[in-house]
């Protein structure tokens, strides 16, 4: 492996936000995660030997050790939401076979049915209250992070498409679709009414400068539910998303997994998405999607999940050189995993994307 981060990538939040909104040529390359495992984390920390100095018996010492982290990689950010806001599911836990274990092993949700499949479930189910999550990093943050880093407000929010499916289970959802419209209209109305307000909460702290949705709807060869009905159950949620987000002056970021071609006009003409990520070789790479959308929204990420799994670090390495050359003309582009740095990706081949990044001009 080539030395790695030879090259500085110091911090400047200012710069990945003008990014973000496309405005002016970057000046290096800016780098974005929707988040990095916990097993990934660990296994940096343990290489780079980042936690010497670091307390473990520090109150703050997560939020001291993501921003170690977070710099030491390279990223201007660090990303925060409401904590204590757990919704209840119908998981199933297998073991986990990646190398980097997980203890606890990999939880799925029961496709076939979940905690909320008639209106008498819907009346028991213990929803969240917004208003009684702590905000204890984000406190934390406001008076802590540097002044080259800021808070993309993510996580625990603008899931409107998944908890329909997870809160139902996705055979249930397809059913009900036809069934009980009814009650998928009243779970679509509480998941907005509880996101306006966990939405508000996090837009009060001054160190959020961007807004992050996550929210799959798609699988392959297209949505996971129809383009219609997105735009009946989902899509006004994301929209109210990004009307609080640009009335507060931030972008607003959406990660969504899947062929989303039918919707990506609604995307960018009605719910006014600032950025897109998410990608996936087999359905449309981020290079594709550069031409295509690259004038009118950021494109996000893009590095194939299989593909990193897979290759050798040469191949990442030019994998990388090929998605900067064609991706960051005219800004709009940061550098990432198609979707998240998962605990089976190989540490060193994310390492090298990285690298990859700063030897960038």
Not at 67 to 89: A, H, K, P, S
Not at 107 to 134: C, M, Q, V
Request: proline share 3%.
């Amino acid at each position: 492996m080539k030395s790695l981060f030879e090259k500085a990538a110091a911090p400047d939040w200012e710069a990945f936000v003008k990014v973000l909104r496309r405005e002016g040529r970057a000046g290096r390359v800016h780098n974005i995660e929707l988040f990095l495992d916990a097993e990934i984390q660990e296994a940096v920390c343990s290489r780079f030997d980042l936690l010497a100095d670091l307390d473990r018996n520090d109150a703050f010492y997560e939020q001291k050790r993501a921003v170690i982290i977070q710099r030491f990689l390279g990223y201007d950010y660090v990303r925060c939401g409401l904590e204590n806001f757990e919704m209840q599911l119908n998981n199933i836990s297998i073991a986990d076979t990646a190398d980097l274990q997980r203890a606890g092993g990999r939880k799925y949700i029961n496709e076939h049915t979940g905690l909320i499949t008639n209106w008498d479930e819907f009346e028991r189910y213990p929803w969240p209250d917004p208003d009684k999550a702590s905000t204890n990093s984000l406190e934390w943050c406001e008076q802590n992070l540097p002044d080259d880093m800021c808070v993309i407000a993510s996580g625990g929010f603008a899931h409107f498409a998944e908890y329909l499916n997870w809160l139902m289970g996705y055979e249930t959802l397809c059913y009900s679709l036809y069934d009980q419209r009814d009650l998928v209209t009243a779970i679509s109305q509480r998941l907005i009414e509880m996101y306006l307000k966990t939405l508000r909460r996090l837009l009060e702290f001054k160190r959020v400068k961007v807004v992050w949705g996550s929210d799959d709807m798609g699988f392959r060869s297209g949505t996971l539910i129809s383009p219609q009905d997105l735009r009946e159950f989902v899509l006004p949620g994301h929209k109210l998303m990004a009307e609080m987000a640009h009335a507060a002056g931030h972008p607003y970021l959406l990660h969504s997994c899947g062929k989303l071609t039918a919707i990506m006009p609604d995307l960018m003409d009605d719910v006014r998405i600032d950025g897109r990520h998410s990608f996936e070789d087999t359905i449309e790479t981020v290079v594709e999607a550069k031409r295509l959308y690259g004038d009118r929204i950021s494109l996000l990420g893009g590095i194939d999940m299989d593909f990193i799994c897979r290759a050798s670090e040469e191949q990442v390495r030019q994998r990388v050189r090929y998605t900067l050359k064609e991706c960051m003309p005219g800004s709009g582009y940061c550098l990432g995993t198609g979707n998240t740095v998962a605990n089976y990706i190989p540490l060193d081949n994310y390492l090298a994307m990285l690298d990859e990044g700063r030897r960038y001009s």
